[in-house]
């Protein structure tokens, strides 16, 4: 067996130990096979799935749905991951509540941090509600309970973790602290058992039995002594109640009284806590909101980068679409919301196709300047600065300068003119730029037209070269 051949044998064993471990709801044991797979062999297809189906069965979504991307990546044609990407991505209401209840998870984090573990509770608790598999928002509640000494809701927690993952480390560890708090709670009640026991006296009477408390017999010398009393009692309480019975009734209204406003004053005080509890909690719920939807919208623009980098390694593949096709697909590719994998194709993707875009974009707008056909050569001018900044030492920024000031958007021609002074100081365009600038600043920008164009174009090149 040659060394190829001993890699795929390796990787298929892993694959099918991890299959194995995943059908018994092994999960961690299932993650461990089929990352070793995919050492081996990193483009197996199998072992990347259902590595994706095993993070999606313990609610780490965004795991999955990366596996699932790469795999696409390695086969775009009949490759079932297309179809959990799919299933994904249609369910928009059921992604957005598992990257709701992602959110309140970390929020209860930071509830722990600050010693809120009564809201960290209540939060926690919806969470499992509204994503029944997130198995750390599971173990996160246990371990609350465990801290609080509420051992039974503890120990349900837990079996309920377990059943997502019969193998995980955390849930092992937390389940065994359970068994040693109720070890020792059941000592210390066996304890007390015993030491009531020995301050009592057994003994036989017949056939039964009896069990009585030691110093018994002091304890009815002193229950005659406490019944002697009693009628001494009555006879000085009726020689003196005339004289007592009166104060004695209103200091014991006026008590009565002070312990009622006492009372009153404590659950006014409770009050006022649940009453702050509850408003600390509908702030951060509606804080959550608002950042529900812009976690909603970050991971739709995730998703789309990832298809359009997918889009564009196809094309590249194919051999069929001009550099300037893929170029435009490519700049749409958010690199920063890439995992590793992903940036390093984009970045490898970038390597080759903007060089020859750079090429066919700078042709076309300039010569789109030199006809006066401003809106064309700004537009061809601002994806050669997106791409590359440097572009001919600098001379793609001079020119997208003079088409916006062709234009009349002297605001961003100011702007690109400053770029000149500042980064390409020997270039020979300097000149020239630093007297266009001084003319238009003098003028204060008024003629400016096209705020559009700064938020669309000139904007976008700032970012579009800050990723490059």
Not at 106 to 123: F, G, K, R, T
Not at 131 to 141: C, E, K, M, N
Not at 346 to 361: H, M, N, Q, T
Not at 451 to 467: K, P, Y
């Amino acid at each position: 067996m040659n060394y190829a051949k001993k890699i795929i044998y390796q990787s298929n064993y892993w694959y099918n130990d991890g299959l194995k471990k995943a059908k018994v709801r092994d999960m961690s044991g299932a993650i461990i096979s089929l990352k070793r797979s995919l050492q081996y062999n990193r483009e197996n297809i199998a072992a990347r799935n259902l590595l994706g189906l095993v993070y999606y069965g313990i609610g780490e979504v965004a795991e999955a749905l990366v596996e699932w991307i790469i795999s696409k990546n390695f086969r775009p044609r009949d490759n079932i991951a297309n179809d959990y990407i799919r299933e994904v991505q249609n369910s928009a209401n059921e992604l957005e509540i598992i990257n709701q209840a992602v959110k309140k998870y970390n929020q209860c984090v930071e509830y722990c941090q600050q010693n809120s573990e009564d809201l960290a509770v209540i939060q926690l608790k919806q969470v499992i509600t509204s994503h029944p598999t997130f198995l750390r928002a599971h173990q996160l509640l246990a371990l609350l309970y465990l801290h609080d000494g509420q051992y039974a809701k503890a120990k349900q927690v837990l079996r309920a973790a377990r059943k997502l993952d019969m193998t995980n480390e955390t849930t092992l560890r937390y389940l065994h602290e359970l068994t040693r708090q109720r070890s020792r709670k059941g000592r210390r009640s066996a304890a007390a058992e015993r030491r009531k026991k020995s301050d009592a006296v057994e003994y036989s009477m017949g056939n039964e039995t009896i069990i009585q408390p030691r110093h018994s017999a002091l304890k009815e010398l002193a229950s005659h002594l406490a019944v002697a009393n009693l009628f001494v009692g009555a006879v000085i309480g009726a020689a003196l109640i005339w004289f007592l019975v009166a104060p004695a009734v209103n200091q014991s209204r006026s008590e009565r009284l002070n312990d009622q406003m006492r009372e009153y004053s404590e659950q006014i005080n409770s009050l006022e806590a649940q009453v702050s509890a509850q408003t600390r909690t509908l702030d951060n719920y509606r804080a959550a909101g608002k950042e529900t939807e812009a976690d909603a919208q970050q991971a739709q623009n995730t998703a789309e980068s990832y298809e359009n980098l997918m889009t564009v390694s196809d094309q590249y593949n194919s051999g069929e679409y001009t550099n300037a096709t893929m170029a435009d697909t490519l700049l749409s590719v958010n690199r920063d919301s890439l995992g590793d994998n992903g940036k390093a194709l984009c970045d490898e993707l970038r390597e080759s196709i903007y060089p020859g875009a750079c090429d066919s974009f700078f042709s076309s707008g300039t010569e789109a300047l030199a006809s006066e056909d401003y809106e064309s050569a700004v537009e061809n001018l601002a994806k050669v600065v997106r791409m590359d900044q440097e572009y001919n030492d600098g001379q793609a920024v001079y020119n997208l300068a003079q088409a916006y000031q062709g234009s009349g958007d002297n605001e961003n021609a100011v702007k690109y003119y400053q770029m000149i002074i500042e980064n390409f100081s020997d270039s020979e365009y300097v000149q020239d730029a630093r007297e266009n600038y001084d003319a238009l600043s003098g003028a204060g920008n008024g003629d400016s037209n096209a705020s559009g164009d700064d938020s669309d174009d000139g904007g976008s090149a700032d970012s579009g070269n800050a990723e490059g």
